[in-house]
């Protein structure tokens, strides 16, 4: 099971940290996604468990970070130099295998959502 929190309402130009919790087990790849009004469901970029190793979508690289805290078991996506286009519900998934994937059916399992907004 996932949490996600942390979201709210921003600045253009500003920051935001969106943390998942997970709980029962640990999984080998997390994700963050997002998906704004009359959109399809976006990647935004992903980190292994194990070796952090971390792959970003083209609109987020270089301002947006994903971490993890092994001891809280916890994922993290720190987002910078926020625009209005990075409004939306930001989700955060998992799945057991390790295997980079950018497609959402490929995910396990989910966590609630996060609305952030972005103002001009």
């Known amino acids: 099971q996932l949490q996600a929190s942390g979201g709210g309402l921003v600045q253009a130009g500003g920051s935001l940290r969106l943390s998942c919790a997970a709980s029962g087990r640990t999984y080998s790849l997390y994700a963050w996604f997002r998906q704004a009004p009359g959109k399809e469901r976006e990647f935004v970029g992903l980190?292994?468990?194990?070796?952090?190793?971390?792959i970003y979508a083209d609109s987020v690289n270089r301002r947006f970070i994903i971490s993890r805290d092994n001891a809280k078991i916890t994922v993290y996506l720190q987002m910078n130099t926020l625009k209005p286009e990075d409004t939306a519900v930001y989700y955060c998934a998992a799945r057991s295998l390790v295997h980079f994937t950018r497609a959402p059916q490929d995910y396990d399992v989910w966590g609630q959502g996060t609305q952030v907004t972005v103002s001009s």
């Open positions: 980190i292994t468990w194990l070796g952090g190793n971390t």
